[in-house]
């Protein structure tokens, strides 16, 4: 099963937040990782790695965004800032400091958090991440917000979908966009979604890089449709972290589901490297 709600119905737990409620399930014993999706995807993003992670002797919380997948669809307010504070929030309820794992737009909310909280964050995995805005003019942008219109937002993102799964495609892709695509025709879910379209910048997230002091792992897929060139914003972004990346073959956006083995040997060889996990 590969559905947010069905991947873990049984262990589904919820995060309560000033406007509404995160969803997100726990499992395994050992030092924590928070893995956090991108925009449009579910928790379920992580249904390859996180039995890895558990196996090897880890708890992994994974979360779905605000508005997506189990979560309440009732705030009123998308984006970096929004997510650093629930993953904050998380970490918080959870009880002890943690490995953050953030894919696209939730990379650019663990650097806030790593670098407003510093005493939360052990580490931070940075996995095709957006911590600046890419270069874009008037006209993309004006597109792209027509496209990602709460009206026909479930067959756009459906189309799109396999363009950022670039390289391999998981093995249950089919399955899997499926129940993205069901969840979003759920109207206060397409509404959200799009609302996070609109509302997300990454401008706060570049502001925080210099204040980052927690060790980073930046892993990217080398053919990721979202960068222009992808190994170039990777040693930026673990440049600007003082970091290291590991690029991954035959990945687009998605390198944790796209080549799951591949992304939890790195990930494994660099939390056993912290102190405290």
Do not use: C
């Amino acid at each position: 099963m590969t559905s947010s709600s069905a991947a873990s119905a049984s262990s589904t737990q919820y995060l309560a937040r000033p406007e509404g409620r995160i969803a997100y399930d726990l499992q395994g014993a050992g030092p924590l990782l928070v893995l956090v999706p991108g925009m449009g995807e579910l928790r379920s993003s992580y249904r390859f790695l996180a039995p890895a992670l558990v196996a090897a002797g880890y708890s992994v919380a994974t979360t779905d965004l605000r508005g997506h997948g189990d979560s309440d669809t009732s705030f009123s307010s998308y984006g970096d800032i929004e997510t650093a504070g629930d993953i904050q929030a998380l970490i918080a309820q959870l009880g002890r400091p943690a490995v953050v794992v953030g894919n696209s737009l939730a990379a650019g909310a663990a650097v806030i958090v790593a670098a407003e909280h510093p005493a939360q964050v052990d580490g931070l995995v940075l996995v095709g991440p957006f911590v600046r805005n890419p270069p874009t003019n008037v006209f993309t942008r004006g597109l792209f917000r027509v496209m990602m219109a709460p009206l026909w937002i479930a067959p756009m993102w459906k189309s799109y979908m396999p363009t950022l799964y670039a390289g391999r495609k998981p093995d249950d892709f089919a399955e899997y966009r499926t129940a993205v695509i069901a969840s979003l025709k759920r109207k206060p879910h397409g509404k959200a979604f799009s609302l996070t379209t609109q509302q997300t910048t990454h401008d706060p997230a570049e502001a925080k890089l210099s204040a980052v002091t927690a060790p980073t792992l930046v892993i990217m897929g080398d053919k990721d449709p979202d960068f222009k060139d992808p190994a170039a914003e990777a040693r930026f972004v673990a440049d600007a972290l003082h970091g290291s990346v590991v690029m991954v073959a035959d990945a687009g956006h998605y390198p944790q589901a796209q080549q799951p083995d591949v992304t939890a040997a790195a990930i494994l060889g660099f939390v056993k490297t912290l102190p405290r996990a």
